[in-house]
């Protein structure tokens, strides 16, 4: 009978053999799928069962790009400064030290060189994962080098945006890349080279702004939040009940500021069918 009845009250095994199930096996997504880890990195780290779309960062958005994954990155050692010494909840020179242990990246944009469906492309992706993707002065410059080498070589451009908007610790200096990467991208335009910008979860603050805004074509993903400030910030300055859906892609296309919304899955076809679009080529 000892079987299935215990001999001897408490539990007897020893902390080091017990099994704890490893992290990360399984992803449940806000309306209560749960879906295989690994299925889910294999659908793109899209949820199979509702279509949710889970934010990912620069190296998954570049696995998708660029084909076989290959790409030189611009400017990949280029970090932040703590110019105004600013010190909220802590120093922003120790949390820029934190960050970029904790998430591997040295700021919140990185900028990928390569072939998509056979043709050169220039991508420049930012990681919310680096203080919510926050926009400092880096990330504009790393924008700006970027359209730069775009110019030079006469390739397509492509911004990735995933952002809470300007980076408080950097106070006047994230504001000025709004200005700074528009007049890029109208450098850009006089060029005639093809800007997409691709908005994803979420998009707000100055990057609405400025650059996200400013493509030649305005793509996002399904239910990605965009916006300029966040919808309590809306209601409480308007005093009124906001519409369902407020700031959802599906709303903002409604409303003219997108021109289409592109699953993941489509994501790469999508972007080079509007490049060769746009630049009267034939259609890949």
């Known amino acids: 009978m000892a079987w299935f009845k215990r001999t001897t009250k408490g539990i007897t095994t020893a902390t080091e053999d017990k099994m704890d199930v490893p992290k990360g096996l399984w992803y449940k997504s806000p309306t209560g799928k749960v879906i295989d880890a690994d299925e889910l990195a294999r659908n793109l780290w899209v949820s199979p069962e509702d279509g949710f779309h889970v934010r990912i960062g620069s190296a998954e958005y570049f696995e998708i790009l660029f084909d076989d994954n290959t790409f030189v990155e611009l400017d990949a050692k280029m970090t932040s400064k703590d110019t105004l010494h600013f010190v909220d909840t802590k120093k922003y020179s120790d949390r820029l030290k934190d960050t970029i242990s904790k998430t591997k990246l040295n700021d919140a944009v990185r900028t990928g060189v390569g072939k998509s469906k056979g043709k050169d492309l220039v991508v420049c992706c930012m990681d919310f994962a680096f203080i919510g993707g926050s926009m400092g002065a880096v990330v504009g410059e790393k924008i700006c080098r970027g359209i730069d080498h775009s110019i030079k070589n006469n390739i397509p451009f492509v911004m990735i945006s995933k952002s809470g908007g300007a980076r408080m610790m950097e106070a006047a200096y994230s504001l000025m890349q709004l200005a700074k990467t528009s007049v890029k991208l109208a450098q850009l335009a006089e060029s005639k080279i093809p800007y997409i910008s691709l908005c994803t979860d979420p998009t707000t603050g100055g990057t609405t702004a400025s650059y996200a805004m400013l493509g030649d074509i305005n793509i996002s993903e399904p239910g990605a939040l ?23 892609a599906e709303f903002v296309l409604e409303h003219g500021f997108l021109d289409f919304i592109t699953p993941r899955k489509e994501l790469k076809d999508s972007i080079n069918l509007f490049i060769d679009l746009i630049e009267n080529n034939t259609i890949r």
């Open 226 to 248: 965009i916006g300029f400030a966040g919808p309590r910030v809306v209601k409480d300055t308007t005093g009124k009940d906001l519409p369902e859906g407020f700031q959802t």
